[in-house]
């Protein structure tokens, strides 16, 4: 097949090399000039987990382009993968999807052969057929469905695995303006994909609830898992991760995001709750659900800054342990850490942040305000209380357990996600999330970082030290 993609940014790119690597010729083009220029010339301008590397083996069959309109003529599919921001109101922004329309649209006029304009990006439910099937039709002074196919075909990825995601999907939902158009989509996925997904074929308006919907219902089970957490800390003996890991097992739930720690973040899960309650609004229904998830999401946070403030006055010092969204990415949009740090330093708190990837984009967000640590263990030194955010598997890799601190001090260790629950702290005042006052603990020392798409990223250290930080000074 022939594909053009429209936006090389973080999925674009990553899409534009899956197919490419598989054998699809595919043409590229954005419009940031100084992006282009540096895929043409041969860098990797976006920061993805296995992208260099799949960027290579594609580049027999990959090439950008400056001349969007004849990149129409020459490929089958135009595929759109630009930004679409959210408003005041929730809403989605679809101001660059019709740029790349007014570019489609007149190409499409002199083209003979059936090509298909297919929507990647999340947009509102009813844009393409409100929206941007009439602008097509007016550009191109041709009919949709019959000379040229609409789809909507977002993705379900997460950054730090978008080329995983991609290559081996639970599901590839598409919404067709045809059956022709949809026909066509779904063997290039089979063709591209390593997995066999269920690809669910819809029309243009159901595939645009259902991108929706999917990424609400994911937040819910995220929300009722912290929910359960905060229930569960006030219970002695419980332990929310044993009763999220019971409850998963039941078919009906599936244990997939079924787990208790920080709230969700990152670009998609949070905006995509506000533009389904703007949605439910246009349609004349109050959401019930979505709002209370947001809230719940928000409360993480509230409890995490009660619990420290409970333990420490200001201007006592707190160190946070990972800033990115989630793992194995810089992505700092969103980040219930990031949210933290501003509530710690707004109550008076002093604080120092370490994150193997996303430092340099939390410095940007947050200013000159906390400490940045290029080294776990430098964010330790003198430190009051620590916090393990982001779960980053090499975090559970440092050697907590031999960590001293002179003069008896016993910093308060705060885990929300649990990786170190079961191991001996002696140093430290142990809190895990979720997990109920005064829980024994059972079983051998409990080990994490075992997810195979997870890769051991070793630590900025000028003089080659390990990760063992014996011995921390104040």
Same mark, same amino acid.
């Given at each position: 097949?022939? %594909?053009?993609? $429209?936006?090389?940014?973080?999925?674009g790119l990553?899409?534009a090399?899956?197919?490419?690597?598989?054998?699809?010729?595919v043409?590229? &083009?954005?419009s940031?000039?100084?992006?282009? =220029?540096?895929l043409?010339a041969g860098?990797?301008? %976006?920061?993805?987990?296995?992208?260099?590397?799949?960027l290579a *083996?594609?580049?027999?069959?990959f090439t950008v382009t400056?001349?969007?309109?004849?990149?129409?003529?020459e490929?089958d599919f135009? &595929?759109? %993968?630009v930004?679409?921001?959210?408003?005041?109101d929730?809403?989605?922004?679809?101001?660059?999807?019709?740029?790349?329309?007014?570019?489609i649209?007149p190409?499409?006029r002199?083209?003979?052969d059936?090509h298909?304009v297919?929507?990647?990006?999340t947009?509102?439910?009813?844009?393409?057929e409100?929206? $941007?099937? @009439?602008v097509?039709e007016?550009?191109?002074?041709?009919?949709c469905g019959?000379? &040229?196919?609409?789809a909507?075909?977002?993705? $379900?990825?997460?950054?730090g695995?978008v080329?995983?995601?991609?290559?081996?999907p639970?599901l590839v939902?598409?919404?067709?303006s045809?059956?022709r158009t949809?026909?066509?989509?779904?063997?290039?996925y089979?063709?591209?994909c390593?997995?066999?997904p269920r690809?669910a074929?819809m029309?243009?308006?159901n #595939?645009?609830?259902t991108?929706?919907?999917l990424?609400?219902f994911?937040t819910m089970k995220?929300?009722? #898992?912290?929910?359960?957490a905060a229930?569960?800390?006030?219970?002695?003996?419980?332990?929310?991760?044993?009763?999220?890991?019971?409850?998963?097992?039941?078919?009906r739930i599936?244990?997939?995001? *079924?787990?208790s720690?920080l709230?969700f973040?990152?670009?998609c &899960?949070? !905006?995509?709750?506000?533009?389904?309650?703007? $949605?439910?609004?246009?349609?004349g229904w /109050?959401a019930?659900?979505?709002?209370?998830?947001?809230?719940l999401?928000?409360?993480?946070? +509230?409890?995490?800054?009660?619990? %420290?403030s409970?333990h420490?006055?200001p201007?006592a010092r707190v160190?946070l342990?990972?800033?990115?969204?989630?793992p194995?990415?810089?992505?700092?949009?969103?980040s219930?850490s990031?949210?933290?740090?501003?509530?710690?330093?707004?109550a008076?708190?002093?604080v120092?942040?370490?994150?193997?990837? =996303?430092?340099? /984009?939390?410095r940007?967000?947050?200013? +000159?305000?906390?400490?940045?640590?290029?080294?776990?263990?430098d964010?330790l !030194?003198q430190?009051d209380?620590?916090a393990?955010?982001?779960?980053?598997?090499?975090?559970?890799?440092?050697?907590?357990? !031999?960590?001293?601190?002179?003069?008896?001090?016993?910093?308060? *260790?705060?885990d929300c996600?649990g990786i170190?629950?079961g191991r001996? *702290? @002696?140093?430290?005042?142990?809190?895990s999330?979720?997990l109920g006052?005064?829980? @024994?603990v059972?079983g051998?020392?409990?080990?994490?970082?075992d997810n @195979?798409?997870?890769?051991?990223?070793k630590p900025h250290? +000028?003089?080659?030290a390990?990760?063992?930080?014996?011995?921390i000074?104040r």
């Amino acid at each position: 097949m022939r %594909i053009g993609v $429209f936006g090389l940014g973080k999925l674009g790119l990553c899409s534009a090399a899956c197919f490419a690597a598989k054998g699809h010729q595919v043409v590229g &083009f954005d419009s940031n000039p100084e992006h282009l =220029a540096a895929l043409m010339a041969g860098a990797c301008p %976006i920061r993805e987990t296995g992208l260099e590397e799949l960027l290579a *083996l594609a580049r027999p069959n990959f090439t950008v382009t400056d001349a969007p309109d004849a990149m129409v003529q020459e490929t089958d599919f135009s &595929f759109i %993968i630009v930004p679409t921001p959210s408003r005041s109101d929730g809403r989605f922004e679809n101001h660059a999807i019709e740029e790349v329309l007014a570019v489609i649209g007149p190409a499409l006029r002199g083209k003979n052969d059936f090509h298909v304009v297919n929507i990647v990006s999340t947009v509102m439910p009813g844009s393409c057929e409100g929206s $941007f099937q @009439p602008v097509l039709e007016r550009l191109s002074g041709k009919n949709c469905g019959t000379d &040229f196919g609409l789809a909507y075909n977002p993705e $379900f990825i997460a950054l730090g695995a978008v080329i995983d995601n991609f290559l081996n999907p639970d599901l590839v939902l598409i919404g067709a303006s045809d059956e022709r158009t949809g026909r066509l989509l779904t063997g290039l996925y089979r063709s591209t994909c390593d997995n066999e997904p269920r690809l669910a074929v819809m029309s243009l308006i159901n #595939a645009e609830i259902t991108k929706l919907s999917l990424n609400c219902f994911v937040t819910m089970k995220i929300s009722f #898992a912290n929910e359960l957490a905060a229930i569960c800390e006030k219970i002695p003996g419980a332990d929310a991760a044993v009763i999220t890991a019971a409850l998963g097992e039941d078919s009906r739930i599936g244990p997939k995001c *079924l787990k208790s720690g920080l709230g969700f973040g990152g670009p998609c &899960f949070p !905006r995509d709750n506000l533009a389904f309650q703007a $949605f439910a609004q246009e349609a004349g229904w /109050e959401a019930c659900l979505a709002p209370q998830v947001v809230r719940l999401n928000h409360l993480v946070t +509230e409890r995490l800054l009660s619990l %420290i403030s409970r333990h420490l006055n200001p201007p006592a010092r707190v160190a946070l342990l990972g800033l990115a969204y989630k793992p194995d990415t810089h992505i700092v949009e969103e980040s219930q850490s990031l949210h933290l740090a501003r509530k710690l330093m707004a109550a008076g708190f002093a604080v120092r942040l370490h994150d193997p990837l =996303a430092l340099d /984009e939390a410095r940007a967000v947050l200013g +000159e305000g906390p400490a940045y640590c290029r080294n776990a263990c430098d964010c330790l !030194r003198q430190t009051d209380a620590v916090a393990l955010l982001t779960n980053w598997p090499h975090y559970a890799g440092l050697d907590w357990e !031999r960590m001293h601190f002179p003069d008896g001090h016993h910093p308060l *260790l705060v885990d929300c996600w649990g990786i170190l629950k079961g191991r001996c *702290l @002696p140093n430290f005042r142990y809190f895990s999330l979720g997990l109920g006052p005064r829980h @024994p603990v059972i079983g051998p020392p409990l080990l994490t970082g075992d997810n @195979p798409k997870l890769t051991l990223i070793k630590p900025h250290r +000028e003089d080659g030290a390990a990760w063992g930080c014996r011995g921390i000074s104040r």
